[in-house]
């Protein structure tokens, strides 16, 4: 019971409370009533929502230019209304704007304004924005092109239902048959078309799809990064797999927070040597001990600048360079401010000079990638990781960095802290379980203890 998200519980149950609402107005007294309840519930869904975001009204207004547009064309081209391009905008606005409200609001809108520019009697308001929000709900959360596909042809077809709900006698079968074939070839033509014209929206938007985020994965920068760095590779790996999974459960777009995290040290490939994970791998030990406290920490937060001038030159797009910039907040590099202090105390002025320079984490997914990644740096050193050891340390490196107030400009609440720290604690003690050695039997190295 611990891991419920109450914001995706609220969705679920205003949608489901919408639905059973206009279905019990549609047969209990008529069509123009069930579009006023309609109108009323999403009134009452973005009252229930408003405390909630800032809305980009620019690409708010570029997505409702294109609508119309797209509206004007089916009207001057004198398409057949089934063709229209709903779902398509179901899919653009989920995509581009990953938010249900806005995308909801959006839709149901559209519906109207398209049925009312086609001069469409009301009923066809029910059918267009039913469809057009289960496309949403079935794009959601795609990864790949063959769930927008599905989506699509799931969507035209429920499409058919609720036509089939509105008019029941009024039509004849073979209307139904002409309507089943126009909704699945514009399910599937949205599809397609999405596909065509979805990176053109993210370049002008400067946002990044889920489904473009999965081309990612095969980045040049991350096979560089295997050959110049491997302990950094590794170390992003299990960053990943950590911010991923606590992601899923505080209800954050778990796919995001992978790949920033695979990305966020990629500004250590240059100067790979002098960070600890790839010290371990190297025949020459701590580059540090020849420099001074101050340069060591110059090289050491330089990271996040070459990171970022890395990132831009390869074209990453701006919600990746946010995890490379704001992965480390504003926090202490702790281990040479201490040096610098024993070493040279009349050359340490402020704590200040010592910090990263931010800015802190502004979203959830690098909230949540900025304490995976002082997790995993604080248990890797534990020398002997036992369950109530990683506990401590998990909670500890997360009441710090609470406590240092890098976690003030992300949305994440206390619960969401604590489901995270419970999420590391159990993937961490996973990881340390798999590698404990079982003992040697009769002198024999037993080789599966690796
Ligand atoms: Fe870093
Ligand atoms: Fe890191």
Same mark, same amino acid.
């Given at each position: ?65 294109? *609508? #119309? ?31 249900? !409200? ?8 559209? /519906?109207?304004l ?40 799931? *969507? ?12 029941? $006698? ?15 070839a ?12 979805? =990176? ?8 990044? /799809? ?17 050959? #110049? ?5 590794h ?36 100067? /790979?040597?002098?960070? /600890? ?20 920490k110059?090289?050491?937060?330089n990271?996040?600048k ?22 480390h ?6 281990y040479? $401010? ?6 040279? =105390? ?16 502004q ?9 995976a ?5 604080s ?9 109530g050891?990683?506990? !401590? ?19 994440l ?6 489901i995270?720290s ?29």
């Amino acid at each position: 019971m611990k891991n419920i998200n109450v914001p995706k519980l609220l969705d679920t149950f205003f949608i489901v409370l919408i639905g059973a609402a206009v279905g019990c107005v549609f047969y209990l007294y008529r069509i123009n009533v069930a579009v006023l309840a309609f109108f009323s519930f999403v009134f009452i869904y973005l009252i229930a929502f408003r405390h909630k975001k800032e809305i980009n009204y620019l690409k708010l207004g570029v997505i409702s230019s294109f *609508s #119309l547009g797209l509206i004007i064309t089916v009207k001057v081209l004198s398409l057949n209304i089934y063709l229209h391009p709903l779902l398509l905008l179901a899919f653009l606005t989920i995509l581009l704007f990953d938010d249900i !409200e806005i995308s909801f609001v959006f839709l149901v809108f559209t /519906s109207f304004l398209y049925v009312f520019i086609l001069g469409l009697p009301y009923e066809y308001m029910i059918i267009f924005a039913v469809s057009s929000l289960a496309c949403m709900f079935l794009a959601r959360n795609s990864r790949r092109r063959v769930q927008i596909i599905k989506a699509g042809i799931i *969507s035209s077809l429920i499409q058919l239902g609720v036509t089939y709900l509105v008019f029941t $006698y009024r039509l004849s079968w073979h209307n139904y048959y002409l309507i089943g074939i126009y909704s699945l070839a514009n399910g599937l033509a949205s599809a397609f078309l999405l596909m065509g014209i979805l =990176p053109g929206f993210e370049w002008l938007f400067g946002v990044v /799809s889920n489904i473009s985020l999965l081309e990612l994965f095969n980045h040049p920068l991350l096979r560089k990064m295997i050959l #110049l760095a491997p302990g950094t590779y590794h170390h992003s790996l299990v960053v990943a797999n950590l911010s991923e999974a606590a992601a899923e459960a505080v209800g954050a777009n778990a796919l995001l927070a992978r790949v920033g995290a695979y990305f966020h040290d990629i500004g250590k490939i240059s100067k /790979s040597e002098y960070f /600890s994970e790839n010290q371990m791998l190297l025949t020459y030990r701590d580059k540090h001990k020849k420099l001074s406290p101050a340069m060591s920490k110059l090289i050491i937060i330089n990271h996040v600048k070459e990171g970022v001038e890395l990132a831009r030159k390869y074209r990453l797009p701006p919600r990746i360079i946010d995890f490379i910039q704001q992965h480390h907040g504003t926090t202490l590099v702790y281990y040479f $401010y201490q040096r610098a202090k024993e070493k040279t =105390p009349q050359e340490v002025k402020s704590e200040e000079e010592y910090r990263y320079p931010g800015p802190k984490p502004q979203t959830r997914e690098i909230g949540i990638v900025h304490l995976a990644d002082t997790v995993e740096a604080s248990c890797r050193s534990i020398s002997e990781p036992s369950p109530g050891r990683i506990r !401590e340390v998990v909670k500890e490196s997360i009441a710090k960095r609470l406590l240092d107030g890098q976690l003030d400009e992300t949305a994440l609440t206390l619960n969401d802290l604590h489901i995270i720290s419970e999420v590391f604690i159990r993937i961490i003690n996973a990881t340390f379980h798999a590698r404990i050695e079982y003992p040697r039997s009769h002198g024999k190295e037993n080789i599966y203890s690796r």
